[in-house]
């Protein structure tokens, strides 16, 4: 702490970092995540020797979230336990639900689906008992993503349904939009692009009204899966430039790695072997760096998709196993054995023409 901030009387501290706080949570929202986490650190630093309160375990939190999108996965969820803590020790029930459903983002991002939901169940409970309607939505729906992930889409959507009413309910439109997000996901992979593009078309004309440049970021690219799945390149094509951009604006390296994915997948269609090799390597390494395993198996299918086309069985079923191993390790189940599917196929079709591969 600084001589300046000892010498402010406790009060004029708790006013200062509470301006801090809200200066962080605008940088936050323009993606200047550097910002943001310089604002909570300096907020912090006013309020380390006085008495524990509920904003502290929100600054604690809300750091450990610009970490986790900076790539600092155990960093942020060291931070979210200490702020568990702080919220135990100050009765401050909102805040220890969020810091869960945090951890529980965390779980999730790691693999551990298990560990993830019974975060996201404590949460959703203390989340009711403190009335905190809009936090039990989100964990509603981050739900409904893990239903997704383990191939229950019925579960999936009918969790996204109640996040969605929760929020409309409140008159969140923010919170709307990210449900909107990820209902449209779901219906592509449902294979029902034109609903799909309904949902993310809301979710865009919310996200443009509010000027969230970020939000429209993570849209514009889930809505760029729905136009190559419907082969509308063009108009694909500018959804993840767009997309990219506000990414790499951020310095948020998950959503430039789920970029790069498309890009590759879209230049794959297209019949750009070369660009597209190169999007799939660019995110498969990002993917690596910030530990997000569900973006690497993501990757290992599509470049195994992408051995296919050019001809090479062998790598094609050695990414589409590394790929199925890791969706595996996440139980999303629906994925593994599509995945093992195409390994089955393909080793049938070489073995048919003479050749032999292994598994």
């Not at 630093?45 to 600092?72: C, F, H, I, K, Q």
């Not at 050695?318 to 999303?332: I, P, Q, V």
Request: hydrophobic share 45%.
């Amino acid at each position: 702490m600084t001589t300046l901030a000892v010498a402010m009387p406790v009060d004029d501290r708790l006013g200062r970092a509470l301006e801090l706080a809200r200066g962080g949570r605008a940088a936050e929202m323009r993606r200047d995540l550097t910002g943001a986490l310089t604002h909570y650190q300096e907020a912090r630093s006013l309020l380390a020797d006085a008495d524990l309160t509920p904003l502290y375990a929100n600054l604690l939190r809300w750091s450990g979230s610009v970490l986790r999108d900076m790539g600092e996965i155990d960093a942020a969820d060291r931070l979210y336990s200490d702020s568990i803590s702080v919220a135990d020790q100050t009765g401050a029930t909102a805040a220890k639900a969020s810091a869960l459903n945090c951890r529980a983002v965390i779980a999730q991002r790691r693999g551990d689906l298990d560990e993830a939901t019974a975060l996201y169940r404590r949460a959703a409970r203390l989340a009711t008992e403190a009335g905190e309607i809009r936090l039990a939505g989100m964990i509603e729906q981050n739900l409904g993503v893990l239903a997704n992930i383990r191939g229950d889409l019925d579960a999936a959507l009918v969790r996204y349904r109640a996040a969605l009413r929760a929020f409309e309910e409140v008159s969140d439109d923010e919170a709307v939009s990210w449900v909107l997000n990820n209902m449209g996901m779901l219906l592509t992979d449902l294979g029902l692009p034109m609903r799909a593009e309904a949902s993310f078309k809301r979710g865009l004309t919310i996200a443009r009204a509010r000027r969230d440049r970020p939000m429209q970021g993570v849209l514009r690219a889930n809505y760029a899966e729905c136009l190559i799945a419907m082969q509308r390149w063009d108009e694909a094509a500018r959804e993840l430039r767009f997309a990219l951009g506000t990414a790499r604006e951020g310095d948020d390296g998950a959503r430039e790695g789920e970029a790069l994915k498309l890009l590759g997948v879209l230049t794959r269609e297209q019949g750009k072997v070369d660009e597209s090799e190169r999007h799939l390597q660019n995110a498969l390494e990002i993917g690596l760096r910030i530990e997000d395993p569900l973006l690497v198996a993501e990757v290992f299918r599509e470049r195994g998709e992408l051995r296919r086309i050019q001809g090479r069985p062998e790598q094609a079923i050695l990414d589409w196993g590394n790929a199925r191993d890791g969706f595996r390790s996440l139980h999303a189940t629906l994925d593994a054995d599509q995945t093992t599917a195409r390994i089955e196929m393909l080793q049938t079709q070489v073995n048919g023409q003479g050749g032999e591969v292994a598994s």
